[in-house]
């Protein structure tokens, strides 16, 4: 089979023009779908109080549901339209209904973030605030199979699928919550997650239309059409260029943190010991390893810094914190082990013995929570207080001198590296929030500036 073959029998499979409609007919329906007034406009009130609802109970269902009511898509697929047919009427239209839409779905969702009680930013918010460049992929995909289902027959489950896809309620819910709490990260990060996806959806949609060889307004067929491309050409450049480098962050922390699982399985693992937890501090370029059971020798040890380079962390030093709890579970086992096959008159040592072996596993595993919690709640704070670089969570148990009474709680340190010192407003905001996060019954916040 020679090229040329092979040429034209993937043009018989791929080619759209058989099943392409009324040429007419879609352009009628993508101009209608354009305006938002009356009926249109209600829906899109009420699609984003459901998103808002979604976001803030943090229902992913709730959430799906207001996407496939939205009617959002129709002047973002009108402007790509009017750009691909060179119809500077349509895109005045689509640009302006845009605007108009926008506008409202942020005062709708604000004006609700205000009345909720429920303030606390949720999984599926924080998840709308940090676009990346699969974001521009998702927007570009989901588009493109938009705007060929409404130009070709048989259209079947795609549009509902490609308003889930490219998602652009809840990016304008997050946007109207960052308003509401005051947090202009949040409404940054969201509106540009929208933007994204509005920019590469009309994109799609430009190059379905040329793909689909609609016809094209020959009286604009001039300097000022080529200036129109040229514009967007430039604001999708423009659009990509952040969230590439976000991208480019995520991916290399990620390759960093797999590197450092590598590292810490083939240099330190052994018999007998177990790693509870390894953190990297970038400022002092420390790895800190803690581990507990039988101690890491001083010579694995110095092995393990030698071969640092080969993992691609060259620049870090090397600290092994064991403790000796561990140590003592083991032993423990060890003596369980051996007193079950020995005469039943030792029962009730084993029994003694089993009791202090699960009290020591209890201890273990409190030490390793606060641990696991520090991390798990560490990008959850970087976005709601982005002021703190650090923080440090212990229990405390307090005996009072003139009693036998004893207090346990949690004790929260927090290293604030911003030159504004936080207000008692924000002090205590950051209380209630650790304390509801860490599910502590009394938190001592300990906040160093």
């Given at each position: 089979m020679t090229i040329k073959d092979f040429t034209e029998r993937a043009g018989y499979y791929f080619n759209l023009m058989p099943d392409k409609e009324d040429e007419q007919a879609i352009i009628a329906q993508i101009t209608e779908g354009v305006s938002f007034r009356g009926a249109n406009l209600w829906v899109l009130i009420f699609a984003i109080f459901i998103a808002s609802l979604g976001l803030n109970v943090n229902s992913t269902a709730v959430i799906i549901g207001a996407m496939l009511i939205s009617p959002l898509m129709g002047p973002i697929v009108g402007m790509g339209l009017a750009v691909g047919i060179d119809d500077l009427d349509l895109l005045k239209r689509a640009g302006k209904n845009f605007g108009v839409a926008t506008l409202i779905s942020v005062l709708t969702a604000t004006v609700y973030f205000l009345l909720t009680p429920l303030s606390e930013a949720q999984s599926e918010l924080l998840a709308r605030t940090s676009p990346t460049l699969y974001d521009v992929l998702i927007a570009f995909c989901g588009g493109a199979a938009g705007i060929i289902a409404l130009c070709t027959r048989g259209k079947g489950n795609v549009i509902?699928?490609?308003?889930?896809?490219?998602?652009?309620?809840?990016?304008?819910?997050?946007?109207?919550?960052?308003?509401?709490?005051?947090?202009?990260?949040?409404?940054?990060?969201?509106?540009?997650?929208?933007f994204i996806n509005t920019v590469f959806i009309a994109l799609a949609t430009y190059c379905g239309v040329r793909l689909l060889h609609f016809q094209k307004h020959e009286y604009l067929l001039t300097r000022r059409a080529v200036k129109g491309r040229r514009i967007l050409m430039s604001i999708v450049v423009l659009t990509m260029l952040p969230a590439a480098y976000m991208t480019v962050r995520i991916v290399q922390r990620s390759i960093f943190e797999n590197n450092v699982r590598k590292f810490v399985k083939a240099e330190l693992t052994q018999r007998g010991t177990q790693i509870i937890s390894n953190t990297v501090d970038k400022d002092s370029l420390k790895l800190r390893i803690v581990a507990v059971g039988r101690e890491i020798s001083n010579s694995t040890q110095t092995d393990a810094q030698r071969r640092m380079k080969e993992y691609g962390l060259g620049d870090y030093s090397l600290r092994v914190i064991q403790g000796t709890q561990s140590d003592s579970v083991l032993a423990l086992s060890h003596q369980l082990t051996s007193l079950t096959t020995s005469h039943e008159t030792e029962h009730r040592q084993v029994m003694q013995l089993t009791a202090e072996n699960s009290l020591l596993n209890q201890q273990l595993a409190e030490y390793k929570r606060y641990e696991a919690l520090a991390a798990e709640i560490r990008p959850e704070l970087a976005s709601l207080f982005p002021q703190i670089s650090k923080i440090a969570l212990q229990k405390v148990v307090e005996v009072n001198r003139d009693s036998s009474d004893t207090h346990h709680y949690v004790t929260a340190i927090v290293q604030n590296d911003s030159k504004t010192h936080f207000s008692d407003e924000e002090t205590q905001k950051l209380h209630d929030w650790l304390q509801a996060r860490v599910k502590a019954d009394s938190l001592v916040l300990i906040n160093r500036e």
């Open positions: 509902p699928g490609v308003a889930i896809a490219t998602a652009l309620m809840p990016p304008l819910c997050t946007a109207g919550y960052g308003l509401a709490t005051g947090h202009l990260l949040y409404f940054l990060g969201a509106f540009y997650l929208f």
